[in-house]
């Protein structure tokens, strides 16, 4: 049964009123200063007249009434079922990531409405966006984005609970009660990048390392680690809040990455600072479990507010099954290794002392050389004279690179005028075919900055130049072809 008590045991501990998520407020906005509302509903549970308000599976804000909200709902459902006698929808291409999700958008005068169609189409996500309030936060309206943002929130409830259409058909008040718990916490800290394309691709940062060599010490590492651990099932490695290395199946990364990097560790990395954080731990070990008990030296079993964190991941690319695991976190000099061991298998104590026989020694002197590697790098300064901005994506890997988030913390380009974002993304959208692999396109603004959009091979580049003594066209072209010979090269062939 689930009940709230217990849930220190879950990865939801991590995710609460008060925390943010990342800390990039700079760069951000939080959904709910800029939405009317969010809701989720089951049409068929609401199918009777008299009962219409059934659908409901929940809403925010709680201040409107049952009446408002059923209507908003209704008004939903009806647009699905009337569009669907319009649009076809094309069947999924299983070639691609993740299945097509249908949606549905709405644009009045004062909101902007997105749907999606969940589970089958069994369930509805909606929210309702406002835009004098968007306005007022300097915040661009871009339906796509808005829909990967929705899309996110469903994968991110099932990350931690699995999927919607079991927890109803078995207890439709716990399933209530759940999405309750989960999206009163999440709406609650859940912010929204200014630059509405990093919501859209929704990507994870890859930390570049340009040695092969220490690549292949990691591969060699983790390979070593699951053979002397055989119950570690997957893994993911990180290092400070950037991805390395992982197994667990490519569609789960995003939403598993973004808790991760800006939920778990940087909580861990805060009580980290209190004195009571020091674990038990054998002399000369430098790390210390992120996750589980504090006091691992006895065979006492794990349970309660000691329990592990469990999350729900795909038995594969394909299947649309989400098998239960415990997560298992082991940290050192800034180096985590995120071990995913089959929910049937009991993590005792005694495996996370064999754990850390495994990690203890080797994980530090491999931080240590991910740090050394990283440092070289990052003195080689690469960013310190770029005078444009840009925003990389590639779909396979699911690798995104930016500077617009180094606006958000220190250093980098100047950022540039709110009305460009909006610019971008309708270019983005309308000028950029999603089904073509190859185009490119370039757009001057009225204030004169340029955007220049390319793909290649499905991989996507933006480039946002600002105004300088280059105009025309061909100039602007010549500087571009540099920018990418010079940032680029191992990118993208000129």
Sequence with gaps: MFSVHMMHSSPMYFIGPGQTTGGLRGCQNRLTDIMDCFFIAHPKSGGKEGEESNRIMYYYPKTDSIDKQTEITGFAEAVVNFTDNFVSVPTADKSKLTEEIPFRDVVTAKTVHVYIMVEEAQFMIGLIMNK???QDMDYTLFSPSLRAILIKAHTMFKLFFGNFTEFHKNDVTQFKDRIEYFFSRYLSVLRVYNMPLLDYFSGVIFLRLEDSALFCDIDAFTTELTEQIPAVDKLIFLYQESLLYYTVPKKDLPALFHYLSHNLLPMSLRTELEPSSVLSRPTGHQGKFVTGPREYSTDEPIDGKDALP???????????????????????????????????????????????????????????????????????????????????????????????LDVCTAGGPPPIPPNIHKVACTSFEKLMDEKEEFGECCVKSESDWWIFLKKANGRSLILFLPPSSVNAFTEIHIKVQSIIKTYFQSIFLI
Excluded: W
């Excluded at 098998?323 to 290794?337: D, F, I, P």
């Excluded at 049937?344 to 491999?366: A, W």
């Design 132 to 134: 004098k309030a968007a």
């Design 310 to 404: 469990t999350v729900y991941l795909s038995e594969d690319e394909e299947s649309q099954t989400l098998n239960k695991y415990h997560l298992v976190a082991y940290r050192s000099l800034n180096a985590t290794v995120c071990m995913f061991v089959k929910g049937d298998v009991t993590v005792s104590r005694h495996l996370m002392r064999d754990i850390e026989g495994c990690l203890g020694t080797e994980l530090p002197h491999l931080a240590s050389s991910i740090a050394e590697a990283t440092n070289k790098h990052q003195s080689e300064g690469t960013r310190s004279d770029m005078d444009f901005h840009y925003i990389y994506f590639n779909p396979s890997s699911l690798s995104l690179r930016t500077t617009f």
